[in-house]
């Protein structure tokens, strides 16, 4: 059965994103190695998993990556594997996502997520898309945590976990510190 992993940068006091959704406060401590580790943990996929705003800011940006002249040397092959991947959207107000290769989910999450778990294929990767992540926490669908904390404090914002009505027990399965003070924290979801 193909896994469904939750990749989330998540700000040294918890949160996600800022107070108004931002996204851009952990490009500061952006370097390539972290852009290698991350292209190395999406080619274990086959399919990006977004809610709607996650899935409009990338949609925003992504496309022009794949031009050479708008992105990194670095940020290359990620781009090229965003843009080429399958993507899921899950949303009620969106009626035809632009983005290259992209879905529209029209069930509910708890029940396509399981469906597609059982189909032939490489893992299932969500990025960002909290509300969509407590959902699937809460349907016991998560199998792996792949956690990028930055040694950032917003002090307010989403937090991830935020509202879970029990725990949950991870196990951790690795770590990788980079030089810039991001640590990645890979966790298995224990199954209840």
């Known amino acids: ?43 274990k996929a ?7 705003v996650t899935f409009n800011q990338m949609a925003a940006y992504w496309p022009a990556k794949s031009f050479g002249h708008h992105c990194r040397d670095e940020d290359f092959a990620y781009a090229n594997m965003m843009n080429s991947y399958t993507k899921i959207v899950f949303s ?4 035809a996502p632009a983005w290259s290769n992209s879905k529209l989910a029209s069930g509910d999450p708890a029940y396509e997520i399981g469906r597609l778990k059982k189909l032939p294929g490489k893992n299932l990767m969500v990025y960002g898309s909290c509300s969509l992540v407590e959902t699937l926490i809460k349907a016991g669908l998560v199998d792996e ?29 690795h770590t ?10 890979c966790y298995e979801q224990q199954k209840r």
Not at 46 to 52: A, E, Q, Y
Request: aromatic share 8%.
């Open 1 to 43: 059965m193909r896994k469904l992993i939750v990749s989330m940068n998540i700000s040294l006091d918890g949160f996600m994103s800022g107070p108004g959704d931002q996204l851009d406060w952990h490009l500061q401590c952006w370097t390539s190695e972290m852009g290698d580790e991350l292209c190395s943990q999406l080619l």
């Open 46 to 52: 086959d399919t990006i998993i977004l809610g709607r």
């Open 92 to 95: 009620k107000s969106i009626q």
């Open 145 to 173: 945590y792949q956690l990028w904390l930055h040694p950032v404090v917003l002090g307010s914002g989403r937090r991830l976990f935020n509202n879970l009505l029990h725990g949950i027990a991870v196990q951790l399965l």
């Open 176 to 185: 990788r510190t980079f030089h810039t003070g991001v640590v990645t924290l």
